[in-house]
């Protein structure tokens, strides 16, 4: 069965996504990172490109061509989302049929910020993922980073 993580009390969700992603690419993993929020995965996608002026994180979105081929690939739809790795979603809501788009992915890790609504959200995911026989873990981010 897939790994579910919980990061929470986040301080800076993308710029700590963006941390989670660069780890996995170091370990030589391919990830995905999924929200239905376009306008969120934009922000994702820009944080990638300006959140370490040393790092690199090669990635495109799903519809390209190349992500057949490079190693993060981002996706606003569960459907076109290639199977990984790891999958990293940004999502506020559980994916819809998330069973079956789990099922493609080792590790799925939620990063969860230090607002209360995003803290409410992703206490309604915990639970959901629970109650269909999942078992996820919850790590408290040291200081918010």
Same mark, same amino acid.
């Given at each position: 069965?897939?790994?579910?993580?919980?990061?929470? *009390?986040?301080?800076?969700?993308? @710029?700590?996504?963006?941390?989670?992603?660069?780890?996995?690419?170091?370990?030589?993993?391919?990830?995905?990172?999924?929200?239905? @929020?376009?306008?969120?995965?934009?922000?994702?996608? !820009?944080?990638?490109?300006?959140?370490?002026?040393?790092?690199?994180?090669? @990635?495109?979105?799903?519809?390209?061509?190349?992500?057949?081929?490079?190693?993060?690939?981002?996706?606003?739809?569960?459907?076109?989302?290639?199977?990984?790795?790891?999958?990293?979603?940004?999502?506020?809501?559980?994916?819809?049929?998330?069973?079956?788009?789990?099922?493609?992915?080792?590790?799925?890790?939620?990063?969860?910020?230090?607002?209360?609504?995003?803290?409410?959200?992703?206490?309604?995911?915990?639970? *959901?993922?629970?109650?269909?026989?999942?078992?996820?873990?919850?790590?408290?981010?040291? !200081?918010? @980073?």
């Amino acid at each position: 069965m897939t790994k579910i993580d919980f990061h929470f *009390n986040v301080e800076h969700r993308l @710029h700590y996504a963006c941390r989670v992603i660069r780890k996995a690419r170091a370990a030589s993993k391919r990830a995905v990172v999924y929200t239905r @929020h376009t306008d969120r995965l934009a922000q994702f996608d !820009n944080a990638l490109w300006t959140f370490s002026a040393l790092d690199f994180v090669p @990635h495109v979105y799903a519809d390209s061509p190349l992500a057949a081929t490079t190693p993060v690939v981002l996706a606003a739809d569960s459907a076109s989302a290639p199977g990984s790795d790891v999958l990293l979603t940004l999502d506020d809501d559980v994916p819809p049929q998330f069973e079956d788009f789990f099922a493609r992915y080792q590790r799925v890790i939620e990063v969860v910020s230090c607002d209360d609504e995003d803290r409410r959200r992703a206490r309604t995911r915990f639970k *959901n993922y629970r109650e269909r026989g999942y078992e996820p873990t919850a790590f408290e981010a040291k !200081n918010g @980073h």
